[in-house]
């Protein structure tokens, strides 16, 4: 018997254990954890209070000290994490996301929001912080910070 194939029956074993161990997290420990529902709180889904940013109107001019505004802005999960931009300026702009999957999924680049009275709104579920700007005029900038409420 040769050097190989005295080495090639346990070889064989450790691949179909490795492939069965494999299968096993894949089917057992992944597949439920990326199918898991994430379960939000209610409140959390309908907050009782708005939060609105007003684009002002002059936006458009880089040296406008204010543009998004407040431009930072800190919202407590089942209290006021439904934040609207409202564009009070003449020309488009708009609310691009940078932070968060599902805020990047529905605030990109062509999120226009029209001349004098244009609104986006987002609903934000998971705390966390998060950062936007206008992607025409990307020298305004804003902050949303967002937290789950104290126990
Ligand atoms: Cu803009």
Request: with cysteine; hydrophobic share 45%; proline share 7%.
């Amino acid at each position: 018997m040769s050097q190989t194939s005295k080495i090639a029956g346990p070889l064989f074993i450790i691949c179909i254990l490795a492939s069965v161990v494999g299968f096993g997290w894949f089917q057992f420990v992944y597949m439920p954890e990326v199918n898991k529902e994430v379960i939000v709180p209610e409140e959390w889904l309908n907050p009782p209070e708005k939060t609105t940013v007003d684009i002002l109107l002059g936006s458009v001019d880089m040296d406008q000290e204010d543009n998004f505004l407040p431009n930072a802005i800190s919202v407590t999960l089942g209290e006021n994490n439904l934040v609207t931009w409202l564009n009070l300026d003449g020309v488009i702009h708009t609310v691009t996301a940078e932070v968060g999957k599902e805020f990047i999924k529905l605030a990109g680049n062509a999120n226009y929001l029209d001349p004098e009275g244009g609104e986006f709104s987002f609903l934000f579920i998971e705390a966390g912080e998060y950062t936007y700007y206008c992607a025409p005029h990307p020298w305004m900038r804003g902050t949303v910070i967002v937290s789950e409420p104290e126990a």
